[in-house]
Each structure stands twice: as C-alpha cells, then as structure tokens.
Nanobody, 122 residues
C-alpha cells in the first residue's frame, strides 16, 4: 500500500507557476503508476495528470495539456506536478494517488492524502 503527503501549493497570480510534490511511503511505490487529481469548491474531484511506474507515458487532462508537466523520481519516492501559465480555474485542492494501469484517469487506492491548496488570483 502507498501513503502520500502532498505539498507545494499556495497563492499565485494568473500566469504564474507552482511545483507540487507528492511524497509517498511504501517500498512498492515504484510499481505504481501515479496521478494528480484536483477538487474545486462545490465540484467533483477530477483527474489532472498521470505517469507510468517507470516515468513514461505521461497523460494529461485536456484542460491542463501544454501547461502542466508530471514527473517522478522513484529513488526519492516522489511525484511532481509542474504547473505553468496558471489560470483562476486551476484553483482547487490537489491530491495525488496511484492510478489504475488500465485507465490512468481512475484512482487505484481508496485512501487519499490531505491534499495541497492551490489558489490562482486573477
């Protein structure tokens, strides 16, 4: 099982950048494909980006494609989300989780971390 702690959120102006980190525990981390999800106030949690267990096959939601980059460092048990050209509509709590190998848009684990708040001002 993998447990995660997200960090790196904050308040940024539109057009700015942030880098989120997801530190995972568990010796099986490198065997999981990992993803980022977000939940805005009053909305369902939605998929943002995912990456294969070896660091390949990055996959993005259309809304962030070209602006966000997902990466991972298995030696550090950490997944990153570099967010550029941020927009007010990116405001949300961001979570990471393992994702299903058959469908990167679906979380693989039922437990979630506390998330990290990203607020983009206009």
């Amino acid at each position: 099982q993998v447990q995660v702690v997200e960090s790196g959120g904050g308040l940024v102006q539109a057009g700015g950048s942030l880098r989120l980190s997801c530190a995972a525990s568990g010796r099986t981390f490198s065997s999981y494909s990992m993803g980022w999800f977000r939940q805005a106030p009053g909305k369902e949690r939605e998929f943002v980006a995912a990456i294969g267990w070896a660091g390949g096959n990055p996959y993005y939601a259309d809304s962030v494609k070209g602006r966000f980059t997902i990466s991972r460092d298995n030696a550090k048990n950490t997944v990153y989300l570099q967010m550029n050209s941020l927009k007010p509509e990116d405001t949300a709590v961001y979570y990471c989780n393992a994702v299903q190998n058959g469908d990167f848009e679906l979380p693989a684990l039922s437990s979630w971390g506390q998330g990290t708040q990203v607020t983009v001002s206009s």
